[in-house]
């Protein structure tokens, strides 16, 4: 009856409804962030990070890696780590600003565009079911995080500049895409 879950080819497999879930997360996320929930949006980002971390196991341990599985991480990863963690910077932050909007524009497009650079990459150099030692460049969900520490920071009043925060959001885009080696899991 469930045979699909444990089936490589279903698009519905284990791991990929593990990545589904990520997805429900992202979109759970954005939902908070529309509402002002922030750290809701936060804590339910995390959530969609703890399936990205188990899809993947999944997907080896049970023989489920595919190029569908492939690519739709690469997209739950583009709305949970790279999508989310801007909206919730720039509706808790940047929304009432007075920074110029045309800084942040450039900073979040700057981000963006190395995020699904990341990603698109990584999907055009892996191999179904290896996984490397080290990631070369930092992974979206460690921007991501990266991203949520900026945020903490700054609501708990460590951090107030919000030009500081503009750079710090362009270097972790730059991080995403060097020669930086980073231990896989």
Sequence with gaps: MFRFLFERDSNFNLAN?????NIGAGVVAIYFISKGEYNLAVI???IGGAFDIFDGKIARKF???SPFGIQLDSFADSLSF???PLLLLY?????ESSINPI???IAF???TIAGLRRL????LNSDIGKVEKFFTGVPTPLGAILLWIIYLLWSSGIVENEIYILFYIAIVGYLLNSKIRIPHP
Excluded: D, E
């Design 91 to 95: 509706f808790a932050i940047f929304q």
């Design 82 to 84: 790279v999508i989310v």
């Design 103 to 105: 800084l942040f524009g």
């Design 44 to 46: 339910s980002a995390w």
């Design 63 to 65: 023989g489920l890696s």
């Design 120 to 123: 698109i990459n990584f999907n």
């Design 17 to 21: 409804l593990f990545t589904f879930t």
């Design 109 to 111: 497009l700057f981000y």
